[in-house]
């Protein structure tokens, strides 16, 4: 019998030994169920082949061809990813919508002797489920957002509250960007694979306490923050880590090291503020990088570029605000604020 969930949270509860995901690798890059491997039966180009000949010769030719790669593909998976599994591996199969393709693998599976399922509704479902979790209702606990100014460390903070024993979610970790135009870390995940992610983090939140979340506009990078958690930010009372301008700028250099790494890059990322900042300014900027000084880049870009945005977002925010002082921001400093910052969480 196919499995059917109602919720994200049920696929960890059902205890498979292993998840795999059957459709084409271009599919299964898009987004996929978390903790899935790649087993297509039918790759990219297969599956363009046999849709064709669906559509210009026939559906009887079309599965002739299908089910001679699928048992192909089926055997060079058996022989070789699967070829460790004990007689007792219980797997779960899905494909698009849970119809031929995991259907045939999974028979296959199950001949062998394995426990093998397959999900009712594939990805398709799956999707709709992430879909509910990220869009649907009041969010399940209280958030409280962690704001600062640019450079700030809050990033870094943020993760130092789990230790301690605080929810959070990090936006900027699972949009892999650090959420300005300096912030790309790589490339992003797709907004389909963002909300997966997402979902898993929402459906994990224990609803007595509150989730600590960073400070972002609608957007991480290219990902768009769900509904469900934007409209709870929005409402969110914030503690604003507050730290001198000269301090920030000392943590900048060490958080962006990899740009300052890439002249190439900065002096393109720097040319991508001209539509916001004047042509002299921009080209200033640009002398600081190339003579290395860092540092006095920072500042600049801050008071002159960042800062005021910040200040002009955050009086529009009809929300409590609570203001941590920071002095230091030295990497032994961090600690002692993240111990201050659940000191406040705590007597909310």
């Known amino acids: ?72 593909n089926a055997a060079r998976h058996i022989a070789g990813p699967l070829a460790d599994r004990p007689g007792g591996w219980r797997p779960l199969v899905y494909c698009w919508r849970g119809g ?7 028979t296959i599976l199950g001949q062998i002797g394995w426990r093998v399922e397959t999900l009712a509704g594939g990805y398709k479902a799956w999707r709709k489920l992430v879909l509910a979790e990220v869009t649907e209702g009041a969010f399940p606990c209280p958030v409280i957002v962690l704001d600062g100014n640019t450079g700030t460390a809050k990033t870094e903070i943020l993760n130092l509250l789990p230790a301690r024993g605080v929810q959070v979610i990090d936006l900027e970790g699972i949009a892999r960007h650090r959420g300005s135009l300096f912030g790309a870390m790589g490339a992003q995940p797709g907004q389909r694979a963002f909300e997966t992610a997402m979902a898993m983090k929402i459906a994990a939140l224990d ?45 900048l250099t060490r958080a962006y090291a990899d740009i300052i790494a890439d002249h190439d890059r900065l002096i393109a990322t720097l040319d991508a503020l001209r539509p916001y900042q004047p042509g002299k300014q921009v080209d200033a900027w640009a002398g600081m990088a190339r003579a290395g000084a860092f540092t006095e880049l920072a500042e600049g870009l801050m008071a002159a570029h960042y800062d005021p945005r910040y200040e002009k977002h955050r009086r529009r925010a009809e929300v409590p605000v609570t203001t941590l002082e920071a002095p230091s921001l030295a990497p032994e400093a961090l600690p002692r604020i993240a111990d201050r910052l659940v000191e406040m969480i705590d007597t909310r």
């Open 100 to 106: 031929q393709r995991s259907g045939s693998f999974a």
């Open 1 to 72: 019998m196919p499995v059917t969930l109602t919720s994200v949270s049920e696929l960890k509860a059902q205890g498979f030994d292993d998840i795999i995901d059957v459709r084409a690798p271009s599919e299964f890059a898009e987004d996929h169920l978390p903790g899935a491997m790649s087993l297509p039966v039918l790759d990219d180009d297969e599956r363009a082949r046999v849709g064709t000949i669906y559509k210009q010769v026939s559906p009887f030719d079309a599965r002739k061809l299908g089910a001679a790669l699928v048992a192909a």
């Open 207 to 251: 609803p007595a306490r509150p989730v600590v979340v960073e400070a972002e506009s609608a957007k991480v990078g290219e990902c768009i923050i769900p509904p469900r958690l934007w409209k709870a930010m929005q409402r969110a009372p914030r503690i604003v880590l507050s730290a001198p301008r000269p301090e920030r700028a000392a943590y």
